[in-house]
């Protein structure tokens, strides 16, 4: 059996923007339920979640992700994070998201199945953000354009691979980060070839 835990914020939880309640889309919109993955797929997407960076944080995602693994399975495990480090941060920088994600990475690989397995590990970089009810600044959209470029040198450091879908048109609601219905369609499409 195949295992696919992914371990994101809103736009993996499958947050309806559309409400401001925290509603969730329905499964069947949400793109880890698109993927036509053949397997078992485990959301560990949660509202507001950033990249951990302290010892203690990055602690507890290490445990909560240890403890969605199976080991009679393939478990891969795919993390989408980024979105809000950017825009809690006073000076949005791509490479501090970066950094923060080689703190994960590294206590990851630390683990099994990961440590045995790093290419079953992929790091996905969030939907390009846009001005909007959550984005008020140039800089956070310009630096999750970066995103690709400084992800992708931190997977290749740690043997994992990388999905970086920056400057693809994956459409996104007016508050310019959340994913809408059609945006997460496009990146399940966009995603299946890592399957």
């Known amino acids: 059996m195949r295992r696919l835990i992914c371990y994101g914020d809103s736009n ?18 949400r793109w880890i339920n698109r993927l036509g993955f053949e397997g078992e797929t485990v959301n560990l997407g949660l509202n507001g979640r950033t990249i951990p960076h302290d010892a203690g944080s990055i602690e507890r ?20 994070l980024g979105t809000n480090d950017l825009t809690s941060m006073n000076n949005p920088s791509a490479d501090e998201a970066a950094d923060r994600m080689r703190g994960l990475l590294a206590a990851l690989m630390e683990q099994e199945p990961w440590k045995s397995n790093p290419q079953n590990v992929l790091i996905i970089t969030p939907p390009d953000m846009h001005e909007g009810y959550f984005v008020y600044d140039d800089r956070t959209p310009a630096e999750s354009l970066r995103l690709g ?10 043997g994992v691979r990388c999905a970086d879908l920056t400057g693809h048109d994956i459409p996104i609601a007016p508050d310019g980060v ?12 966009l995603l299946r070839e890592y399957i």
């Open 12 to 29: 993996t939880y499958g947050y309806d923007p559309r409400g401001y309640l925290g509603g969730r889309y329905p499964e069947e919109v």
């Open 61 to 80: 995602a290490v445990m909560n992700i240890s403890a969605n693994v199976n080991p009679e399975d393939e478990n891969c495990l795919w993390i989408m």
């Open 149 to 158: 470029e400084t992800y992708s040198k931190a997977a290749e450091e740690f």
């Open 178 to 189: 959340h994913l809408t219905e059609e945006g997460n369609a496009v990146l399940a499409k």
